[in-house]
C-alpha cells in the first residue's frame, strides 16, 4: 500500500516536499517512482528510486531540479521539488514496479496528492 502526501498551492519558484509511505510488502525489490498527471494530459514518469541499488531516475523535464530520497526507518520515498513551474501543476502519485517509466508497467499505485504553481 502507497500513500503519497504533501501537495499544495505554491507560487512559481518555490519548493515543495512529497512523502511517498510504502506500507507492506517488499520495498528491496521494487523501483518507486513519482508519476504525474495533468488535466487532458497522460500520466508521466517524474522520477524513481531504486530501493535496493539505491539509484535515482528523472525525466529530462524535472533534472536538476527534483531530488528523490528515502527514508528507511519510515519506509518513505521524498521528493523534493524546487524551482517549481506553473508546468509542474499536475496529481503527482507514487507507483511500485520494475524499472521503467511506462504507466502501465507499475504493480502498485498509492493516491494522488495535488500540485499547483500559480504563475
Known amino acids: 500500500q502507497l500513500q503519497a502526501s504533501g501537495g499544495g498551492l505554491v507560487q512559481a519558484g518555490g519548493s515543495l516536499r512529497l512523502s511517498c509511505v510504502a506500507a507492506g510488502g517488499t520495498l528491496s525489490i521494487y523501483v518507486l517512482n513519482w508519476f504525474r498527471q495533468a488535466p487532458g494530459k497522460e500520466r508521466e514518469f517524474v522520477a524513481g528510486?531504486?530501493?535496493?541499488?539505491?539509484?535515482?531516475y528523472y525525466a529530462d523535464s524535472v533534472q536538476g531540479r527534483f531530488f528523490v530520497s528515502r527514508d528507511n526507518a519510515k519506509n518513505t520515498m521524498l521528493l523534493q521539488m524546487n524551482s517549481l513551474k506553473p508546468e509542474d501543476t499536475a496529481v503527482y502519485y507514487c507507483a511500485a514496479g520494475p524499472l521503467s517509466q511506462r504507466a502501465a508497467m507499475m504493480d502498485y499505485w498509492g493516491k494522488g496528492t495535488q500540485v499547483t504553481v500559480s504563475s
Open positions: 528510486l531504486n530501493w535496493r541499488r539505491e539509484s535515482t
